[in-house]
């Protein structure tokens, strides 16, 4: 039941809503998506607490990242626009 996954960052979920977020695009389910991240984190059928997802996934609508510890080089992003 424990599988090897690349998920997505978790901030700002709540533009993401109707995106297609499962692995293969098939679902545009947010929820869904948040269930099955916690199946391939370890949580089983019998241990899975729905109510503590939830309250996660509603905080993490809006959950702003960190700021970034890099400051860019204006010269490299000069550079950078033309890409």
Do not use: C, Y
């Not at 199946?39 to 109510?51: K, S």
């Amino acid at each position: 039941m424990i599988g090897a996954a690349d998920f997505p960052a978790v901030f700002e979920q709540g533009p993401r809503q109707g995106m297609h977020l499962h692995w293969d695009g098939n679902n545009t389910s947010l929820a869904e998506r948040n269930l099955s991240a916690a199946l391939g984190a370890g949580v089983t059928p019998e241990t899975v607490d729905h109510a503590a997802i939830e309250r996660v996934a509603n905080w993490l609508l809006t959950l702003k990242p960190p700021p970034s510890p890099i400051t860019p080089e204006p010269a490299a992003v000069d550079r950078g626009h033309p890409v």
